[in-house]
């Protein structure tokens, strides 16, 4: 056994991406706007007033990291969870232990909950009563929107923050950390990373940090050293690790190729979409990215002049999953030359935009009182007017008395928008 393979025995067991997680903000990788210089969290730490929270993005991107983090900066003893695999009784004991605790030192405990949105009802509010009396601090993780997973009641009493995909240049200042780290990294071994082998770990990892540490610690443990004992990991070698073929485009191509990809669907160019869409796909680029795309943009540039654009994106994508690549290749192609045929309407985000405008920016929360939800059997309630009633339609104030005059959505004259147009018309 050579000097190199001694050195390279002697790390732990222990995967890399576990070495290498962060243990201070200062080693915190990517999420400025969570944990920038000014954040909120940064100054509630300092303060040591930070309450429950929920942390809610795709995975590998420092959710549960930021939690640890939390717990070491406090000094709080921690509990960690896992809502797939506890239950009521784990919650229970983890509330009366942390109050016993609380009522001894007066310290307060943290529960982690990672996957918290697969909790239920009956477990997330079995954690109620220790948040607001202040024995426990929660800290929930998740890769789903927490205000549709999860119940309000718990929702109510954090501050939800939501995490990015990490940016290339984070994950490949990480990935460059782990190889140089003497401590908890490859920095005792002879390596020679190529900055093209770099690029595809950074590139093709989609934003999970984790995939990159994952592909890089596979490729420096199956990689043999050469006649001089240095380990080289090649684009080759990466390609391989991070089970995507060797990538024929730079970073600047790539994003250039997916803005070529989105513009010929708006521009009603089938043979250059399907031909973008496939040289991203032979360059390692993930389908479903492409079927992200193609979702958004039947609603933004076909929209109500043909709303069975977005039922193709959707069956395509949903085709993609299930039945895999390359059988899912055919319905993506399929929804893609339909985007691109379709006739075209913008009139979609034009009125979201609007509504966002005002929703944000000059808001009416006054419902009008015909439409409040009044109970069933409660006297004299305003009169409102069931459209049925009136053959489908009847003409009603449906806006706040503020935004009573606005007009959100304005049909186009191209393909189904035709039709609402006469009819707009005709129940004027």
Not at 242 to 268: H, T, W
Not at 343 to 364: C, G, I, L, R, Y
């Amino acid at each position: 056994m050579n000097k190199n393979e001694e050195e390279f025995n002697a790390y732990s067991n222990t995967p890399l991406a576990e070495r290498m997680r962060a243990r201070t903000l200062d080693e915190f990788v990517g999420q400025k706007h969570v944990v920038g210089v000014d954040s909120l969290i940064r100054r509630a730490l300092k303060a040591n007033r930070l309450g429950s929270c929920i942390f809610y993005g795709p995975p590998g991107v420092g959710k549960t990291t930021l939690a640890f983090i939390i717990a070491n900066t406090l000094n709080l003893e921690y509990v960690k969870l896992n809502a797939v695999s506890s239950g009521v009784a784990d919650a229970k004991k983890v509330m009366e232990k942390a109050k016993q605790n609380f009522e001894l030192t007066g310290k307060t405990t943290l529960l982690i909950l990672d996957e918290c949105h697969r909790w239920s009802k009956a477990q997330s509010d079995s954690v109620l009563e220790a948040v607001e009396r202040g024995y426990i601090t929660f800290i929930g993780t998740t890769t789903e929107n927490p205000h549709i997973s999860m119940t309000p009641a718990i929702v109510s009493r954090c501050r939800v923050f939501k995490f990015l995909p990490l940016q290339v240049e984070d994950i490949k200042d990480a990935l460059l950390r782990a190889v140089k780290d003497k401590e908890r990294g490859y920095g005792k071994l002879k390596l020679k990373l190529e900055l093209d082998a770099l690029n595809h770990f950074a590139n093709f990892c989609n934003g999970d940090l984790r995939s990159g540490y994952n592909a890089l610690e596979l490729a420096i443990t199956t990689t043999a050293p050469d006649k001089t004992g240095s380990i080289h990991i090649t684009q080759l070698v990466a390609s391989q690790c991070i089970q995507q073929p060797v990538v024929s485009v730079d970073e600047n191509l790539y994003y250039n190729m997916l803005s070529a990809f989105c513009k010929s669907l708006r521009g009603s160019d089938s043979d250059a979409a399907l031909y973008y869409a496939q040289r991203l796909i032979a360059a390692g680029c993930d389908p479903l990215l492409i079927c992200r795309r193609l979702i958004a943009h039947a609603s933004e540039d076909v929209g109500m002049a043909d709303s069975n654009a977005a039922l193709m994106a959707m069956v395509a994508m949903n085709a993609v999953k299930n039945l895999g690549m390359p059988e899912g290749n055919i319905p993506l192609a399929h929804a893609i030359i339909y985007v691109c045929e379709a006739e075209k309407s913008n009139s979609v985000v034009v009125a979201m935009n609007a509504a966002k405008h005002d929703a944000e920016f000059n808001p009416d929360d006054n419902v009008p009182e015909h439409l409040k939800n009044y109970h069933y059997d409660e006297k004299n309630p305003p009169a409102y007017k069931y459209p049925h009633d009136f053959g489908g339609y009847i003409k009603q104030q449906y806006l706040p008395n503020k935004l009573k005059d606005r007009v959100y959505y304005t049909p186009g004259n191209n393909g189904k928008e035709r039709g609402l147009v006469k009819k707009k018309d005709r129940l004027k």
